[in-house]
């Protein structure tokens, strides 16, 4: 087998679509997801049935008990990761930055920021030559957002990405030296199944087929 992955918010979307690459790469894949339980099983189903080993687990990355939880079921079922995605993440309310609750930036931040860190911290640990790992990779899912500030949108979004893209940059400087590559994506846009922006001052959507 290639290796052991494990992909954060593997339930749908772009997720889902890179576990069962991964799956079909040989990897024995974690399937990660916070509350879509039958779609996360579909998703592992889906790379068993392609001749692949998976498994679904229930974990919120931003419980860092729940994360710590995560990696040990990965650990007792397939071995110590061996690379890992971080892709789970919240985009949270639409509109302003002058109507924002301040308690929906805290949960877009625990979610993207926090729970992305919690889960590097887990996958160093288990990766690094200094904690006696063999190395690995892991890949944080960024956004375009990050760069264009998400305006009128979203832009607590915005800002959660640009720290997974600094984030990003300082992990892998820390750790390149220790075996572990560390690498940022960010998609623009992408259909999935988030819910679209809302045209609120009439103009047309951001996204085309968004009704």
Sequence with gaps: MAGVAIVTGASR????AVAKLLGANEYRV????????DAAEGVAADIVSAGGEALAVQADVADRDAVRRLFETVDERFGPVTALVNNAGIHGPRGRVDALELDALEEVLAVNVIGLVACSQEAVRRMSTRHGGT???IVNISSGAAHIGGAGDGVQYALSKGAVNSLTIGLSHEVAGEGIRV?????????TDMPAPAASNGARPLFPWAG
Excluded at 183 to 191: A, E, I, K, Q
């Design 135 to 137: 190395g690995g990779a």
């Design 183 to 191: 690498n940022g994506v960010s998609p623009g846009l992408t259909r």
């Design 30 to 37: 974690c399937v990660n997801y916070r509350a879509g339980r």
């Design 13 to 16: 979307g772009i997720g889902a």
